[in-house]
């Protein structure tokens, strides 16, 4: 398989993507990305309400390792608020740690 690039995402918005309801990453730079990449689901979870929407507590969802992939398709937004649009989710059957460092946004694991 091709080396893909990683992107990092905290809890619980990584199980959301992978769900394929989360399909918009906003972030405060563009990407001319557009390519299958990784989902690194980070160490440090995402915000206390959110998790409390979804019914479930950090602990609860895989963290520190690589649990899928999804399509870079486009980028809209406007400087300090882009929007990388994703779809075609897919769960890895087996997650992945990866042995490079994560960075916060792109890097890669392998």
Not at 60 to 71: A, K, N, Q, R
Not at 78 to 87: A, C, N, R, T
Not at 92 to 109: E, I, K, M, N, Y
Request: proline share 11%.
């Amino acid at each position: 398989m091709k080396s893909l690039r990683a992107l990092s995402i905290r809890q619980p918005y990584a199980e959301l993507i992978m769900r394929g309801i989360k399909k918009i990453e906003y972030r405060p730079m563009p990407t001319n990305i557009r390519e299958r990449v990784y989902i690194y689901a980070t160490k440090r979870p995402g915000h206390p309400n959110d998790w409390q929407e979804m019914n479930i507590k950090p602990g609860d969802l895989p963290s520190g390792v690589i649990i899928g992939t999804v399509e870079v398709t486009s980028c809209s937004g406007e400087p300090g608020d882009y929007k990388w649009h994703l779809k075609n989710a897919k769960r890895l059957r087996q997650h992945l740690t990866p042995t490079s460092q994560p960075h916060p946004s792109w890097f890669r694991p392998f």
